[in-house]
């Protein structure tokens, strides 16, 4: 049998098999069409339906004494797994990226619960792939609302204290700290979101980052930070650095400003020990 005869077969497997159980009954026996039918309990046509797929009559499979062609069929088969477009649409949402549970493919097909669980378990068993679903930390993150709420919430306003997140989404305070441990662990939210417990620091932050030319000790002032470098600094330390622009340091800019304009500063002539007696060198008597 050749290739095209093989792929003229019908599309389901199960049909299929009922053409290759006909035929290998009618082969080499002298029966009637109507009695073959009446064997299987179907009717003529469906037997003139069976020797069309093989790519003969009914006349012809009887009279011939080998059919080569049963076993390319078989292998098509072995090959090919008995498996509905229902089951395979069933398979697609399991595996898709929204993660519907059984309740809710069950209603988009309109069966139960427990007839999905069971399709889903024959696909396995047929060789298609569905996907094992184990919990994220003991916990199904594609599947939690609180989740999506705060990745999206992460997206909009990265820097956010744990207290804001709580009152944004309405959920308490534990709440937020059990899910942002699970989203950090997966690297879905970035590592400072919901990191700082106060207003103040990310208020400074934002400060310091707007305003290149106020400095972390004066803007400290303003807030009232007693020693605000040192928690910049220390934001630096534990990983955080990122959320500062970098900017030039004030004595680097200052004796840049000095060296271009060739005249010493008020700062610079109270820093140097030798400028009093230059210029009293200078002085005319």
């Known amino acids: 049998m050749t290739t095209a005869k093989i792929l003229s077969l019908p599309r389901r497997p199960k049909t299929v098999k009922r053409y290759l159980d006909i035929v290998r009954y009618a082969h080499g026996r002298k029966q009637g069409l109507t009695s073959v039918a009446e064997h299987f309990g179907i009717s003529p046509a469906t037997v003139i339906n069976a020797s069309k797929a093989f790519g003969m009559t009914y006349e012809q499979i009887k009279q011939r004494r080998s059919l080569p062609e049963i076993k390319l ?25 929204s993660a519907p549970t059984l309740e809710q493919i069950a209603h988009h097909v309109g069966l139960t619960r427990q007839r999905v669980h069971q399709i889903l378990k024959d696909a396995r068993r047929k060789g298609l792939n569905v996907t094992r679903r184990k919990p994220t930390m003991g916990h199904w993150i594609e599947r939690c609302k609180i989740c999506h709420r705060m990745r999206d919430l992460a997206v909009r306003q990265p820097l956010m204290t744990t207290r804001s997140i709580g009152y944004a989404l309405d959920v308490p305070i534990w709440k937020v700290y059990w899910h942002l441990e699970k989203l950090k ?47 910049f600094r220390e934001l630096k330390r534990r990983g955080f650095g990122y959320l500062l622009v970098p900017r030039v340091k004030a004595d680097v800019a200052a004796r840049k400003l000095e060296v271009f304009e060739g005249v010493p500063s008020k700062d610079a002539r109270l820093r140097s020990k030798t400028w009093g007696r230059k210029t009293a060198k200078r002085v005319p008597a």
């Open 185 to 231: 662990a997966q690297g879905l939210v970035p590592k400072h979101f919901g990191h700082f417990r106060s207003e103040r620091i990310i208020q400074a932050i934002k400060l310091y980052n707007r305003n290149p030319s106020i400095s972390a000790w004066k803007l400290g002032r303003r807030l009232g930070y007693k020693n605000l470098p040192a928690l």
């Open 73 to 97: 069929i078989e292998k098509h088969l072995a090959a090919v797994p008995d498996v509905d477009p229902r089951t395979v649409k069933i398979v697609e949402m399991y595996n898709s990226e």
